[in-house]
């Protein structure tokens, strides 16, 4: 079967792979950040949130590409979607290893396998989807690796389980608003409805916002400005020029990461299983990108999902 490129828009950017490379990092660090700070999960996205959204909005009318009313309109869904995602998560991430929440994330890939093709039309490749699906099994390693360990909590896994759904939904609907606006302006916007979403909740949920100390507001600032704000401007450019498949298989690196990550600076427990389901994870996922061809898609058709309101 002959399968039809598209030289501008079927050939996946090798720019876009990049970022999406270089966003997987940066996340990766800032969820030890997260953790490593001295106050509640929904406190720490809270503050992230509204330190990102300032710094966001500001480098969007730097660039040229402030934030407007279609932007607001057209980055509702994602950024709700965004901001439900990073209330769990966080809260996730403070009640269980930093292991068992990122890997229970990184099972994304099922669920964007499932939503690729029914509305966008992508059609990966069937050794692709052998490869990410070994790949979450290496994550499943993971994370049966870490049960019983000191940290973990099956009340933190369920809320990352939830955050892996909001997470998925993130996708989607960034990938259904690419085109309308820019990457940047994209961006502003859906900080701007996650803020919205956390900062309620965290008053609802009774969380001490108060004032952090000194040490604790530098650490906060580090957190929106490299992972948060630039982290999803990179990552929002990558989706906007990757399959939706293969944007999610890359937060397949971020579990691998951020465990390492977590051990040498959290002192968080780590087995020898762990390691093992890092390297079929990471190994699965070189095998993915690296080769030439999964760098294409077939042509895509057009978008069966409504832009959002």
Same mark, same amino acid.
């Given at each position: 079967?002959?399968?039809?490129? %598209?030289?501008?828009?079927?050939?996946?950017e090798r720019?876009?792979?990049?970022?999406?490379?270089?966003?997987?990092?940066?996340?990766?660090?800032g969820?030890?950040?997260?953790?490593?700070i001295?106050l509640?999960g929904?406190a720490?996205?809270s503050y992230r949130?509204?330190?990102?959204?300032?710094? /966001?909005?500001?480098?969007?009318?730097?660039?040229g590409?402030? *934030?407007?009313?279609?932007?607001v309109?057209?980055?509702?869904?994602?950024?709700?979607?965004?901001g439900?995602d990073?209330?769990f998560?966080y809260v996730?991430?403070?009640?269980?290893t930093?292991?068992?929440v990122?890997?229970i994330? @990184?099972c994304q890939?099922?669920?964007a396998?499932?939503?690729g093709?029914?509305?966008?039309d992508?059609?990966?490749?069937?050794?692709d989807?052998a490869?990410?699906?070994?790949?979450v099994?290496?994550?499943a390693?993971?994370v049966?690796?870490?049960s019983?360990?000191?940290? !973990?909590s099956?009340?933190?896994d369920?809320?990352?389980?939830?955050a892996?759904v909001f997470?998925?939904l993130?996708?989607?609907?960034?990938?259904?608003?690419s085109?309308?606006?820019?990457?940047?302006?994209?961006?502003?916007?859906s900080?701007?409805?996650?803020t919205?979403?956390?900062?309620?909740?965290?008053?609802?949920?009774?969380? %001490?916002?108060g004032?952090?100390g @000194?040490?604790t !507001?530098? @650490?906060?600032?580090?957190?929106?400005?490299?992972?948060?704000?630039?982290?999803?401007?990179?990552m929002?450019f990558?989706?906007?020029?990757?399959? *939706?498949w293969?944007?999610?298989?890359?937060?397949?690196?971020?579990?691998?990461? @951020?465990?390492?990550?977590?051990?040498?600076?959290? %002192?968080?427990?780590?087995?020898?299983?762990?390691?093992?389901?890092?390297?079929? /994870?990471?190994?699965s996922l070189?095998? /993915?990108?690296?080769?030439?061809?999964?760098?294409?898609v077939?042509?895509p058709?057009?978008?069966?999902?409504?832009?959002?309101?």
């Open positions: 079967m002959t399968e039809a490129l %598209d030289s501008g828009s079927g050939q996946v720019a876009g792979l990049v970022a999406g490379v270089l966003a997987m990092v940066m996340w990766s660090t969820i030890v950040m997260a953790k490593g001295e509640p929904l720490v996205v949130m509204i330190l990102y959204v300032g710094g /966001v909005i500001v480098w969007a009318r730097w660039r590409t402030p *934030l407007t009313w279609l932007g309109r057209v980055a509702f869904w994602g950024g709700t979607m965004l439900l990073l209330a998560f996730a991430v403070k009640e269980t930093v292991a068992n990122t890997v994330a @990184a890939p099922l669920l396998l499932v939503i093709p029914i509305f966008f992508e059609r990966p490749r069937r050794r989807v490869l990410a699906f070994i790949a099994t290496g994550v390693v993971v049966f690796g870490s019983g360990l000191p940290e !973990w099956v009340r933190g369920i809320f990352g389980v939830f892996l997470f998925t993130y996708f989607a609907s960034s990938k259904a608003a085109g309308k606006v820019s990457s940047t302006e994209y961006t502003a916007g900080a701007f409805w996650a919205v979403v956390v900062v309620p909740v965290a008053l609802v949920a009774q969380v %001490d916002l004032p952090p @000194a040490s !507001w530098a @650490a906060l600032v580090a957190l929106a400005l490299v992972p948060g704000m630039l982290g999803h401007l990179l929002n990558s989706i906007s020029k990757v399959p *939706l293969l944007s999610s298989t890359l937060t397949l690196f971020v579990p691998a990461i @951020a465990t390492l990550l977590a051990y040498v600076f959290l %002192d968080e427990s780590v087995g020898a299983t762990q390691f093992l389901g890092m390297g079929i /994870v990471i190994g070189m095998a /993915v990108i690296a080769r030439p061809g999964s760098l294409k077939l042509r058709g057009p978008s069966r999902v409504s832009p959002p309101h």
